[in-house]
């Protein structure tokens, strides 16, 4: 019962949130302007027009979907500790592992609509077009564990944190790493330090946004150039299924592992 009142709560407080509702009106306002533009393409490249602005649609996504998962996630417990409003929650008949699956559960969720909406509007475009419903689907899967991922690790920040503005902070900078860290930044790296390729390939996988952003061009495009050398290679070595299968895999992985590190975190702190 309090499990699905703190769901509840958290839910209405992400979807109030200025960030949440400022990051998620970008990302539905550019899918919706990407699919009107994708109309001119439409002519030369049929359903493929619309296809390469689903591709556009995700290039917005590694950008806006971390934001929209960190923002209200990181400040979630952090916030809570500096209002006084968790001592409030732990004094009640509740444990603290379902205070921290609560508010994990209800941030996930907000995010879940968000990008439901917004993947049925630009997706419902899409299709009517001629672009697989299927492909729209598996794009939407992918960025929602995505968005899981960044929640479970803001979450983790939050419950580390001393403070709002630092947990947010915190979580920033490894966006910022991890962004930073992708394509050709990830290229340029690994090519100075003279690293092996292999090495490469496995960073790519590791990395959510890396991870993300590899296996949503694999389903959109036959291109592999479009995909970067470690891409390429990894569909070489494992194909287009096994890469999409390794990405969200490596995502999952994130999200799962950062829920339980931070869930630990959370019930053995002493607020």
């Known amino acids: 019962m309090i499990g699905r009142m703190l769901l509840r709560w958290e839910l209405q407080q992400s979807l109030r949130s ?6 998620a009106g970008v990302f539905i306002v550019g899918g919706l302007l990407l699919m009107v533009f994708g109309q001119a393409d ?16 995700v290039q917005l996504a590694l950008f806006f979907v971390p934001l ?3 923002f209200p996630s990181t400040a979630s417990i952090a916030g809570d500790r500096e209002l006084g409003t968790l001592d409030y929650l732990l004094a009640q008949p509740v444990t603290r592992g379902e205070v921290y699956t609560g508010k994990w559960a209800g941030v996930t969720a907000a995010l879940v609509l968000s990008l439901t909406l917004a993947f049925a509007v630009t997706g419902s475009i899409a299709a009517a077009k001629g672009v697989p419903s299927g492909l729209v689907a598996a794009l939407l899967g992918l960025t929602v564990l995505l968005a899981m991922t960044f929640v479970s ?20 900078t490894v966006w910022l790493l991890l962004i930073s860290l992708g394509s050709l930044g990830l290229m340029s790296a690994f090519v100075r ?3 092996p ?23 959109l495009s036959p291109e592999l150039e479009l995909l ?19 990405a969200s895999g490596s995502m999952l992985g994130w999200a799962v592992a950062g829920f339980a590190a931070g869930r630990w975190l959370f019930g053995r702190s002493g607020a």
Do not use: C, D, H, K
Request: glycine letters at 14%; aromatic letters at 12%; proline letters at 2%.
């Open 228 to 246: 970067g050398p470690a891409g390429a290679a990894l569909v070489e070595r494992f194909g287009r299924s096994g890469l999409v299968l390794g």
């Open 197 to 219: 390729a292999g090495w490469l390939q496995g960073w790519a996988l590791l990395n959510p946004v890396e991870a993300y952003r590899v296996a949503a061009v694999a389903i």
């Open 18 to 23: 200025y960030w949440f509702l400022a990051n």
């Open 42 to 57: 439409v002519s030369v490249l049929g359903y493929r027009g619309f296809a390469r602005a689903l591709a556009a649609l």
């Open 153 to 172: 690790v803001g979450m983790w920040i939050s419950a580390a944190a001393t403070s709002r503005t630092r947990a947010v902070s915190v979580g920033l």
């Open 68 to 70: 929209m998962a960190l």
């Open 193 to 195: 330090w003279g690293l």
